[in-house]
């Protein structure tokens, strides 16, 4: 599961740029109004639901009702958008958040950013905001009241990979070492941690073949499955085996 | 500070590190030739040491491979020295 503030920082600017390839770009403060609203809304819904199964298409189906029903209220749409828009698009209200548009709006977006009427120092802002969604993120911190909950495993993973720094220091073992490098892999991800793994070489211990296949898993299956059985030659108990072969079972 | 603990941690969890302390510039003094004393190594010395780990290394290629993920490389002219304490 992605943390929210990720989410929001990728789809900020796909969906604004979308807004105002189809509004324009002089519309840029409403398009900004709606993304925002939507994710707000997104904020406070899922702090008290959980993240909906398919969050990216949540956002762009509330996005689009909370298009269309601007487009009904508001004035602007009579005065200003109606000039812009053929007669095609008139009828058919609907965003097109198609792949495809997402990437010509975004294009779009950039050039109207780096445009030489806009001072650079605006530029630079501009840019900062709209395509790389900085700002979003106060938005996301005001409604996620607890924000443990989302990024929970992220902060415990990094506290106790610190813990085990400071311990190995102190007092090295092998089970330490596993530990923090579990550690590692939960904090700065998996690469980061096959790479410190390698380096271990704690050859005749089960738990590091386990952790070498639990680290390749869903990066180099094949490799994970060669690590875990390694473990279960190694491994004493009926009950590691059967630990093991567990995880054989899900690659 | 998270990147030095991580980096030592590193070393740490290969049971290859012996010992290591940051080096504040608090209270720090160099006394010269004739005893002289002067405040902190700042002045018209180029380089200051900011601190010093110990390792326990095969090779001086392994102690340099352990020295290259030190965190102070990433300032333009820092360095770290690699030394041998023990033989053999």
Request: with cysteine; charged share 20%.
């Given at each position: 599961?992605?943390?929210?503030?990720?989410?929001?920082?990728?789809?900020?600017?796909?969906?604004i740029?979308?807004?105002?390839?189809?509004?324009g770009?002089?519309?840029?403060?409403?398009?900004?109004?709606?993304?925002?609203?939507?994710?707000?809304?997104?904020?406070?819904?899922?702090?008290?639901?959980?993240?909906?199964?398919?969050?990216?298409?949540?956002?762009?189906?509330?996005?689009?009702?909370?298009?269309?029903?601007?487009?009904?209220?508001?004035?602007?749409?009579?005065?200003?958008?109606?000039?812009?828009l053929?007669?095609?698009?008139?009828?058919?209200?609907?965003?097109?958040?198609?792949p495809?548009?997402?990437?010509?709006?975004?294009?779009?977006?950039?050039?109207?950013i780096c445009?030489?009427?806009?001072?650079?120092?605006?530029q630079?802002?501009?840019?900062?905001r709209?395509?790389c969604?900085?700002g979003?993120?106060?938005?996301?911190?005001?409604?996620?009241?607890?924000?443990?909950?989302?990024?929970?495993?992220?902060?415990r993973?990094?506290?106790?990979?610190?813990?085990?720094?400071?311990?190995?220091?102190?007092q090295?073992?092998?089970?330490?070492?596993?530990?923090?490098?579990?550690?590692?892999?939960k904090?700065?991800?998996?690469?980061?941690?096959?790479?410190?793994?390698?380096?271990?070489?704690?050859?005749?211990?089960?738990?590091?073949?386990?952790l070498?296949?639990?680290?390749?898993?869903?990066?180099?299956?094949?490799?994970?499955k060669?690590?875990?059985?390694?473990?279960?030659?190694?491994?004493?108990?009926?009950?590691?085996?059967?630990?093991?072969?567990?995880k054989?079972?899900?690659? | 500070?998270?990147?030095?603990?991580?980096?030592?941690?590193?070393?740490?969890?290969?049971?290859?590190?012996?010992?290591?302390?940051?080096?504040d510039?608090?209270?720090?003094?160099?006394?010269?030739?004739?005893?002289?004393?002067?405040?902190?190594?700042?002045?018209?010395?180029?380089?200051?040491?900011?601190?010093?780990?110990?390792?326990?290394?095969?090779?001086?290629?392994?102690?340099?491979?352990?020295?290259?993920?030190?965190?102070?490389?990433?300032?333009?002219?820092?360095?770290?020295?690699?030394?041998r304490?023990?033989?053999?």
């Open positions: 599961m992605q943390p929210i503030q990720h989410l929001f920082r990728t789809e900020y600017r796909k969906i740029s979308v807004l105002c390839k189809r509004f770009f002089a519309q840029i403060k409403i398009a900004e109004d709606i993304a925002s609203d939507t994710f707000l809304a997104a904020a406070q819904s899922w702090g008290l639901k959980g993240m909906p199964a398919n969050p990216v298409a949540w956002l762009y189906h509330v996005i689009n009702n909370k298009a269309i029903n601007y487009l009904k209220r508001h004035q602007v749409f009579e005065n200003k958008v109606v000039k812009e053929s007669e095609e698009e008139i009828n058919t209200p609907e965003l097109d958040l198609s495809q548009n997402i990437i010509d709006s975004q294009l779009q977006m950039m050039f109207a445009h030489p009427s806009i001072p650079v120092e605006a630079v802002g501009l840019a900062l709209i395509l969604g900085f979003i993120e106060e938005i996301a911190d005001a409604f996620l009241t607890n924000k443990e909950t989302i990024n929970k495993r992220l902060y993973a990094e506290n106790i990979l610190q813990l085990y720094n400071r311990l190995l220091q102190i090295y073992s092998p089970v330490a070492a596993l530990n923090r490098t579990y550690a590692l892999a904090a700065n991800g998996k690469q980061k941690a096959i790479a410190e793994a390698e380096k271990l070489r704690l050859n005749d211990n089960q738990f590091y073949f386990t070498l296949g639990e680290l390749y898993t869903g990066i180099d299956n094949q490799k994970a060669i690590h875990f059985d390694t473990a279960l030659s190694l491994a004493k108990t009926q009950n590691d085996k059967q630990v093991i072969q567990k054989i079972g899900k690659l | 500070m998270k990147q030095t603990m991580d980096w030592i941690g590193g070393i740490a969890a290969q049971n290859k590190y012996v010992t290591g302390q940051g080096l510039f608090d209270d720090a003094r160099v006394v010269w030739h004739n005893n002289v004393v002067t405040d902190g190594p700042f002045g018209e010395v180029k380089e200051t040491l900011g601190g010093f780990i110990v390792v326990r290394a095969e090779s001086p290629e392994e102690a340099v491979e352990f020295a290259k993920g030190s965190p102070v490389l990433q300032g333009e002219g820092n360095s770290v020295e690699v030394r304490i023990i033989h053999g």
